[in-house]
């Protein structure tokens, strides 16, 4: 079976770090991508993990653990346009085979 | 770039018209899908075609059908719209690399009255 888990709702100031967690159970495993999704637009690509370890971009970082199916995404310096959903999604095999997403973490950043 | 359009970003119809979404990406994609995007519920793919004249049912097919004439172009089709079709439907495309992500387009808003 395929199943993705993260949090539904997250808050947190204006500054600070905040980490997303995603855990999954799916059949096959090529690799995790984050997604960003502001209100009432399309998600845009974040990261992708395939290899244990983290992979930092800019404010942005994900991590990947393949033996205890669980990534997380760590945002620093928070800032309001941050405010966001935030989808975890793996690839299960193969290249023509769908991406599994998680159903987002709605974040909000406070002042 | 790569490019994911959509036709309309918004769309009013009435229960039992029937609705065409179109769908077009210049990257030469192999795959594209349809995924309608509901509150609470996440993203749930609706249908996905890995080729031209292909196509695969995803997790709520029921009520859609889909069209891949051309490689670019990947059209969803409610034959008679209700009102529980009422929902943001996404459009994405992506390569057959493992590695390459999908690119999304700008989403339609559909109501169905």
């Known amino acids: 079976g395929q199943n993705i888990d993260q949090p539904t709702e997250m808050t947190a100031t204006e500054g600070a770090i905040v980490q997303i967690n995603c855990t999954y159970q799916?059949?096959?495993?090529?690799?995790l991508f984050w997604y960003q999704q502001h209100a009432g637009e399309a998600p845009t690509f974040l990261s992708y993990n395939v290899l244990d370890g983290l992979e930092e971009k800019g404010r942005f970082s994900s991590f990947l653990s393949r033996s205890k199916g669980y990534s997380y995404l760590l945002l620093k310096e928070l800032q309001m346009k941050d405010s966001a959903s935030y989808l975890c999604?793996?690839?299960?095999?193969?290249?023509?085979?769908?991406?599994?997403f998680g159903k987002g973490t709605r974040l909000s950043v406070i002042a | 770039d790569v490019k994911v359009t959509q036709s309309s970003r918004y769309l009013v119809k009435r229960t039992g018209e029937k609705v065409f979404l179109e769908c077009v990406q210049d990257?030469?994609?192999?795959?594209m899908f349809w995924y309608r995007q509901d509150p609470g519920l996440g993203l749930r793919l609706i249908y996905f075609s890995y080729d031209v004249k292909m196509k695969e049912k995803g997790d709520i097919p029921e009520g859609y059908s889909v069209s891949r004439e051309k490689k670019e172009r990947f059209s969803l089709i409610l034959e008679s719209a209700s009102t529980n079709q009422t929902s943001m439907y996404l459009c994405?495309?992506?390569?057959?690399?493992?590695?390459?992500?999908?690119?999304f387009g700008p989403g339609t808003r559909l109501t169905v009255l």
């Open positions: 799916t059949s096959g495993f090529n690799g």
């Open positions: 994405a495309s992506k390569s057959g690399l493992l590695t390459d992500t999908q690119y």
């Open positions: 990257m030469d994609h192999e795959n």
């Open positions: 999604a793996v690839s299960p095999l193969g290249g023509n085979t769908p991406l599994v």
